[in-house]
């Protein structure tokens, strides 16, 4: 079946730092990979997502490139502040007829200082 | 403002009791989800809904039921069956034939 790997946290990183979470995926065909991020308390906000291969998504600072050979979609951001503070979640979907069923990864979760 | 609501925010219940987590949404959305967030685990799939009155399972349905009676409405009660159901319970909605999911704020229920 389909599944999604991140690496694990917490990401501990000070404020304008270069960060990078790894994603990898297995699935067959070709799924729709997302980006989502949820606050403290909060549900998950779409950051980013990409479609096809080579896609590249993005948002606020935020980027992913859609890798088919490598089957990885890594988010990186060139400079990080304190409000990226969030746990990031990578996920693929497949459409089934109106549905869209996703497969999320365990999340991981930034954590950035001053 | 479109989205969708769930309440309650925070839901305290007896060991054995059925408990019944609302979502709403107001984005004529054919089709809703539900999920449940446990710590490390990231988010499995309990129930979807693709159209009014039908519903399929998902990975973990067992202990839990559906019901979509309302295109805006999709209810998801968490009954005495479920062993473990202390958890963060995530509601979402997608439009038919597109693969973003929008999701509620979430309600944590706290079994005691």
């Known amino acids: 079946g389909d599944s999604v790997t991140q690496m694990e946290g917490p990401v501990t990183l000070s404020e304008e730092a270069f960060l990078t979470i790894n994603c990898t995926y297995t699935?067959?065909?070709?799924?729709?990979l997302f980006w989502y991020v949820q606050y403290p308390g909060e549900g998950l906000q779409l950051l980013l997502k990409a479609t096809k291969a080579d896609d590249k998504g993005s948002n606020k600072g935020f980027e992913a490139t859609y890798r088919k050979e490598t089957t990885s979609f890594h988010l990186e951001k060139g400079s990080v502040q304190v409000s990226d503070s969030a746990v990031y979640f990578c996920a693929l979907t497949r459409n089934t007829g109106t549905a869209s069923k996703l497969t999320f990864g365990t999340g991981t979760r930034l954590q950035v200082t001053l | 403002d479109g989205g969708i609501t769930q309440s309650p925010k925070y839901l305290f219940r007896k060991e054995g009791q059925n408990v019944t987590l609302s979502c709403e949404q107001n984005?004529?959305?054919?089709?809703m989800y539900w999920y449940r967030q446990d710590p490390g685990q990231g988010l499995r799939l309990i129930y979807y809904?693709?159209?009014?009155?039908?519903?399929q399972k998902g990975d973990i349905a067992e202990g839990y039921s559906v019901s979509r009676e309302k295109k805006e409405s999709f209810p998801l009660t968490v009954t005495s069956a479920q062993k473990n159901p202390t958890a963060f319970y995530l509601c979402?909605?997608?439009?038919?034939?597109?693969?973003?999911?929008?999701f509620g704020p979430g309600t944590r229920l706290t079994v005691l």
């Open positions: 979402a909605s997608t439009q038919g034939g597109t693969d973003t999911q929008y």
């Open positions: 809904s693709q159209i009014v009155n039908d519903f």
């Open positions: 699935a067959t065909g070709y799924p729709s």
């Open positions: 984005l004529n959305h054919d089709a």
